[in-house]
């Protein structure tokens, strides 16, 4: 009896490896979406902490001098603009994991396919070898037929 044999057996272990790779990729961007978001959340409560310090020293009605002033004003401008650039760094990664996940289903969508075609040709082995299993009874049961009447 012959042994199961896939044609596209290299293919599939290719397939196979190219979805683990795009696993992995995916996974990497997801880790730094992550932590850019972290980051983000820290620049948040840093400038939260800034905007509560000013508070405070407002309330106190403590002198305010113009320099301090500035420096506040220094402060949360930089506070902002390093907000925003970690908000477009997010963006950027949302799309490269966006990019990142579509790769990654087109090659589970292929894999699946030569997978289920292997069951397929699997299916049809079995139903062949069946068949030929089959013919060997038959043949073997009209030679004990032919040679009972002889």
Known sequence: MKRFKFQLETLLKVTRMKKDEAEVKFAEVSRRLEEQ??????????????????????????????????AFNSFFAWKR?????????????????????????????YLKSIEQLKEKRFQEYKEEMLMEEQKVLDELGLQIAMRAKG
């Open 81 to 109: 603009g390093q907000i925003e650039m970690q908000q477009d760094l997010i963006l950027q990664t949302k799309g490269e994991r966006q990019k990142r996940l579509k790769e990654l289903m087109e090659v589970m969508s």
């Open 37 to 70: 978001r972290m980051h983000l959340q820290r620049l948040l409560e840093e400038m939260q902490q800034g905007q509560q310090d000013y508070e405070s020293i407002s309330r106190e009605g403590k002198r305010v001098t113009v320099g301090r002033l500035m």
